[in-house]
């Protein structure tokens, strides 16, 4: 830990966050435990004899999730920009994460055999997963999908004809001012699950359509279980529709 100070020391002056520096030293644990488990020399000795112990940097709180209400999320999407909106109607229907969206590619569309509609298959190794990830779309999530094709060859969001870094930006943070809403864009996610779960979607499926890690294989379905995904997915937006087809009507027109 002696030898780590100035690296923590710099990273607070550089105003990196606790928690992005313990990602740091997780990794330099998991170094130094392989060296002294596994790591083996032409003596059959391991690198290190121990491990040295590192200690990670306290962290704040996490806040608690603040899924939106119907009632909150038509008053937020009517104050974000366009691009904004759009991103976030998708979320809502889909459960993707901020940098998973920012990063969706039109080369990732798949064609549903046998039903109707398209998918998206999020490749392994990227977005901090292991393993690929099917992103199933509800009429909503397609119909937003419809409104953006053609509009960039490669990313599926683009604002001025560039991809989006991050949604979390100044017209994020203007929209969440004037409507008074403590909204992160990682509630939308947790608006998703929110609306499965009050729908009587059962956990496993929920699993599924949120991409958690378990050990099904998540792009591997059978038809009738793609069927039965997709049709969790629509009775979420059946409730309330009528901002999210006003929202579309806006997009598509466009």
Wanted: charged share 30%.
């Amino acid at each position: 830990m002696g030898l780590l100070q100035p690296f923590i020391v710099q990273r607070r002056k550089d105003a990196v966050k606790s928690r992005t520096i313990n990602q740091a030293l997780k990794i330099v644990r998991q170094v130094v435990n392989f060296a002294a488990d596994e790591l083996i020399d032409e003596h059959d000795l391991t690198w290190l004899e121990s491990a040295p112990k590192i200690k990670l940097l306290p962290e704040p709180d996490l806040r608690t999730p603040r899924p939106l209400s119907w009632d909150d999320q038509t008053r937020l999407f009517q104050k974000l920009p366009d691009h904004l909106a759009t991103m976030a109607l998708f979320i809502v229907n889909t459960g993707l994460r901020d940098a998973e969206i920012c990063g969706l590619r039109w080369e990732w569309e798949v064609k549903l055999q046998g039903l109707d509609g398209t998918a998206f298959i999020l490749p392994a190794g990227l977005f901090k997963s292991r393993y690929e990830g099917l992103v199933l779309l509800n009429r909503v999530a397609q119909n937003v999908v419809e409104s953006q094709r053609g509009k960039h060859p490669e990313f599926v969001f683009t604002y001025h004809g560039e991809p989006i870094c991050r949604m979390l930006n100044t017209g994020w943070k203007k929209a969440r001012k004037e409507t008074a809403l403590d909204v992160r864009v990682h509630d939308l996610r947790h608006t998703f699950g929110m609306r499965l779960r009050a729908a009587g979607v059962g956990f496993e499926d929920r699993q599924d359509l949120l991409r958690h890690k378990s050990n099904r294989i998540t792009t591997h379905y059978s038809k009738a279980e793609i069927r039965n995904l997709l049709d969790a997915l629509d009775s979420i937006c059946n409730r309330e529709e009528k901002p999210e087809i006003v929202l579309i009507r806006r997009f598509v027109n466009q």
